[in-house]
């Protein structure tokens, strides 16, 4: 059976996508919100009344912050892909929210809402072959991809 290029480099493919996404979550967006403390955490928090959720803003605002911070270490290493992915889609879909109710321009409601189409179609495709769920996978004998 003859395979083709990109069923070859397919799982290469899914590694760098993870790899890139996750160092510039970790460093771009993750650490200075951790840095931020917990004033920050405050303002980022207030974000969840737009979903009807009015308590503990400071740690809404952490789990935020813990969501661009290490939930990409996750992403990156492939270990516990899925879970982790619905953690950072979750966010990605509360910040486009927040852009809405801002009237934001587009140009900022489209990142999060393209990120959260990417962390969504991770989830479908999975982490790939180069993961450490993958490699749990394999031991166990489990089918799941």
């Known amino acids: 059976m003859k395979i083709n290029f990109s069923e070859r480099h ?3 493919g ?9 160092i510039s979550f970790i460093f771009i967006h993750g650490l200075p ?4 403390g917990p004033e920050l955490w405050l303002r980022l928090g207030k974000s969840m009344s737009n979903l009807g959720i009015n308590f503990l803003p ?24 899925r879970p ?10 509360v910040a486009m929210l ?8 587009w140009l ?13 179609g991770l989830f479908l495709i999975g982490p790939g072959r180069f993961s450490l769920d993958h490699k749990f996978r394999k031991k166990t004998g489990s089918s799941d991809k």
């Open 33 to 36: 919100k951790i840095k931020g």
């Open 84 to 93: 982790a992915l619905l953690l950072i889609a979750f966010t990605m879909f």
């Open 10 to 12: 397919s799982d290469l």
């Open 58 to 81: 400071e740690f809404w605002g952490f789990m935020s912050a813990f969501s661009e911070f290490v939930i990409p270490v996750f992403i990156i290493t492939g270990l516990f892909f």
């Open 108 to 120: 900022k409601v489209a990142y999060p809402m393209e990120l959260l189409f990417v962390f969504a």
């Open 14 to 22: 899914l590694f760098i996508i993870r790899l890139g996404l996750g």
């Open 98 to 105: 927040l852009h809405l109710t801002n009237m934001d321009p």
